[in-house]
Each structure stands twice: as C-alpha cells, then as structure tokens.
C-alpha cells in the first residue's frame, strides 16, 4: 500500500495562493487516481479535487472550480493542489488520497489510501 504525506499548509491571507503537495512512499502514485479533500472546523471532510491516473481527467468542486488546480509529477510520484485567490472559507485540513482502477472518484470510500493532512488557514 501507498504511504502519503502532504505538505506546503500554512497560514495566509485572503487572495494569497499555495501549493500544496502529497508525496507517495512505498509504492508509485503513477498508476493511481488521486484525490483532494479537505475538512474545516465542525464540518464533514468534503471533495476538493481529483485526477484520474492517465492526467487527462480532472474534476473539481463548484466551490474551488477555476481557483484550484491538481497536476501530478509521475518523477518525483508527487500529487500538486495549486490554490489561488484563497477565501476564508477555503480554512480547513486538506488530506490526499489515492486509489487503484479506472477512473477518480468524489466518494471518500473509493479512496484506500490518506495522508495525515495538511492545515490551510486563510484569513481576511
């Protein structure tokens, strides 16, 4: 199984940008669906972002859509959320997650492997 570690959190104002990262250990994220998810404060973890194995499919949150981006570096087996005009709002954990077959998935229960998590804090 993937081990994942995420990292590139932080503390920032509001209309600031940060990459976050997910590096994998144990196995190459290159043949895997990966996923971004995030949970704030009194709230359920919820999906950010996904990208199938192959890099040519992508899905977003309506909530994130045109501000995040997720890329992949199959050579460093590395997972990138890119986040830019970060909201108040945008305030939570985000966790990486990775998963074997066809295609990514919204569903946490598709996802077999999690990172610890990441602290975003964004204020105004």
Do not use: H
Not at 11 to 16: D, E, P, R
Not at 34 to 47: I, M, N, T, Y
Not at 84 to 110: M, P
């Amino acid at each position: 199984q993937v081990q994942l570690a995420e990292s590139g959190g932080g503390q920032v104002q509001a209309g600031a940008s940060l990459r976050l990262s997910c590096a994998a250990s144990g196995r190459t994220l290159s043949s895997s669906n990966v996923g971004w998810f995030r949970q704030a404060p009194g709230k359920e973890r919820e999906f950010v972002a996904s990208l199938s194995w192959t890099g040519r499919t992508t899905d977003y949150a309506d909530s994130v859509k045109g501000r995040f981006t997720i890329s992949r570096d199959n050579a460093k087996s590395t997972v990138y959320l890119q986040m830019n005009s970060l909201k108040v709002e945008d305030t939570a954990v985000y966790y990486c997650a990775s998963r074997g077959g066809v295609i990514a998935s919204r569903r946490e229960a598709a996802y077999d492997s999690w990172g610890q998590g990441t602290q975003v804090t964004v204020s105004s």
